[in-house]
């Protein structure tokens, strides 16, 4: 009777032991899986910016725009990236030696004009022009902090350091201050595609690439703007 017991314990403790350790490898797994994905993002975002395989990518959006999706509840033809983007020419280039005063009066003009309120840095690097990245309202405004470093006791304020914020952001330069570029896409990728590098970026804009060319800028709000479109059709 002890030994049948003793037997059962053995067993139990065997078996707990098995499900502990197939935990431990399901949770090993996950993370993989994760850091897997994590790379597969990049290698994309890379794919895309380098353009590899260019002389396929057409084939490939015309196969998908003429795949019917049997979930759409829309007949018309869903738009791509190409269709929303910004032509570079219609935006406002600085350099990134750009004092942030000469840009803050560049985007006062294009807030009187309904332009979109940002400013391309563009540097000349080997002789090509490439976008290092935007500078807009929250740019500025988020730079203008006593230290980005997290402060162990809350924060000091005083009348007229505002003022000493603005003139001290003010004399910086927008490759201080600017969004750096962090992702892209290619013009014939899908609206659901940039939604994603928007949103897991957190960022507001994204560069739209074609055989390693960035041919137009892609701002979030004109993906809202889709989504008042359908609003308005199915209402």
Same mark, same amino acid.
């Given at each position: 009777?002890k030994w049948a017991?003793r037997r ?16 431990d490898k399901?949770?090993q797994?996950k993370a993989?899986?994760?850091v897997?994905?994590d790379?597969l ?6 794919y895309?910016y380098?353009d590899i ?10 196969d998908m725009?003429?795949t019917?999706?049997?979930?759409s ?6 738009k791509r990236?190409k269709d929303?983007m910004?032509? =570079?020419?219609t935006?406002?280039?600085? #350099?990134?030696?750009t004092?942030?005063a @000469?840009?803050?009066?560049m +985007?006062?003009?294009? %807030?009187?004009s309904?332009?979109p309120a940002f ?5 000349e690097i080997?002789?090509?022009e490439e976008?290092?990245?935007v =500078?807009?309202?929250?740019d500025?405004? #988020?730079?203008?902090q006593?230290?980005a @470093?997290?402060?162990e006791? +809350?924060p000091?304020? %005083?009348q007229?350091q ?5 003139e001290?952001?003010?004399?910086k330069?927008?490759?201080?201050v600017?969004l750096?570029?962090?992702h892209v896409?290619?013009?014939s990728?899908?609206l659901?595609e940039?939604?994603?590098l ?5 960022v507001?804009w994204?560069p739209?690439v074609?055989?390693g060319?960035?041919?137009?800028i892609?701002?979030k709000?004109?993906?809202?703007k ?8 199915s209402?």
């Open positions: 009777m017991m059962r314990h053995i067993f139990a403790n065997n078996t707990m032991s098995l499900v502990s350790q197939f935990i399901c949770f797994i993989l899986y994760i897997a994905y790379l993002t990049e290698f994309y975002t890379l895309l380098l395989g260019e002389e396929k990518t057409p084939d490939m959006g015309k725009e003429n019917e999706n049997p979930h509840r829309d007949t018309m033809r869903e990236v929303l910004l032509d =570079l020419g935006l406002e280039h600085i #350099s990134p030696e004092k942030v @000469e840009a803050v009066r +985007l006062r003009e294009k %807030w009187q309904l332009c400013l391309l840095v563009v540097d080997r002789n090509k976008i290092l990245g =500078l807009s309202m929250d500025i405004l #988020s730079h203008m006593p230290s @470093e997290p402060m006791e +809350l000091i304020f %005083w007229g505002f003022h000493e914020e603005c001290a952001i003010l004399e330069q927008a490759g201080e600017m750096q570029v962090t896409i290619h013009q990728g899908t659901m940039a939604l994603h928007t949103n897991s970026g957190k507001d994204l739209v074609e055989k060319e960035v041919v137009g892609l701002i709000e004109d993906l809202f889709e989504v008042v479109a359908m609003a308005e059709r209402g």
